[in-house]
């Protein structure tokens, strides 16, 4: 047997469980049929455009929150609790990575994603899915964290994000983490913003069309909601409003290449090691 102290690298997960304590979560899930995103990303790749999946639920999830201002939304405080309902969209991802030599989890916040086209949103995923942590400029304050005292990094980290003004720009108004690229059908998880979604694996399930059995890809998804903020109500307006917009996905005028190709097939994009809880 072995006892050593936590490794540096994961304070940061540590100071994040501890400012989350206040929440409230309650917990919702869904299956969504991925055959319209499917055969969106199979035209695209046609079209040499890769998307990967969260890079759909990031856009769709986008327009569903800019409608929803009360769910884009923080609170602080207790006796005389405020809520920020912000202007901007912004997602934060979750990202498995190596930071100088211990797995770790890590977060990018992906701005603006109301506004934000596909290409827009899969550029930033591929730049923080590929890049190098331990030299990423956007990661410099995570490995100063690292380094400094346990106390004082604590202070500095509940200093950056918890007040409301920052919090949308630090933090992110909502959070996607995902276990897709594993045996995992549901996940659920608290991710420090109002409304956290998780994602499942896509797999080729039964479903019932028109009173007849067919076979579709389908992938459930979650949504933790911090029931301060918002109620159940809500929180399932904008869950069936996001299954909705993913299970439409490309059929408005706005849709890109509309070729003919399979609803579902293996996909080449390096999606297993984008991210995880």
Do not use: C, W
Not at 66 to 73: E, I, R, V
Not at 128 to 146: I, N, S, V
Request: aromatic share 6%.
């Amino acid at each position: 047997m072995r006892i050593t102290p936590v490794a540096r690298q994961r304070r940061h997960t540590f100071f994040f469980l501890d400012q989350i304590r206040d929440f409230s979560p309650v917990f919702l899930d869904t299956e969504v049929d991925m055959t319209a995103v499917g055969r969106h990303r199979a035209a695209a790749r046609v079209d040499g455009h890769r998307y990967s999946v969260v890079t759909y639920l990031l856009r769709v999830t986008g327009r569903v929150l800019a409608a929803h201002p009360d769910a884009n939304a923080a609170i602080s405080g207790r006796l005389r609790a405020r809520v920020a309902r912000y202007d901007r969209v912004n997602g934060k991802l979750t990202l498995d990575k190596t930071v100088d030599g211990q797995r770790v989890v890590l977060a990018a916040v992906l701005p603006d994603l109301h506004t934000a086209t596909l290409d827009e949103i899969q550029r930033q995923v591929d730049h923080y899915r590929d890049g190098d942590p331990d030299r990423m400029p956007e990661f410099a304050t995570l490995r100063k964290l690292h380094q400094a005292p346990s106390l004082l990094g604590r202070a500095v980290f509940r200093l950056g994000t918890r007040p409301l003004r920052r919090r949308g720009d630090a933090f992110g108004t909502f959070a996607v983490t995902s276990l897709g690229h594993r045996p995992v059908d549901s996940f659920h998880s608290v991710g420090g913003t109002t409304v956290t979604l998780g994602v499942g694996q896509i797999a080729d399930r039964p479903v019932v069309r028109g009173g007849e059995l067919a076979i579709a890809p389908l992938m459930r998804l979650s949504l933790a909601f911090d029931h301060r903020v918002i109620d159940g109500a809500e929180a399932a307006d904008v869950l069936t409003e996001i299954k909705t917009g993913l299970e439409s996905f490309g059929a408005g005028p706005a849709a890109a290449p509309a070729r003919d190709a399979p609803a579902h097939e293996a996909d080449p994009t390096r999606e297993p090691d984008l991210e995880r809880a």
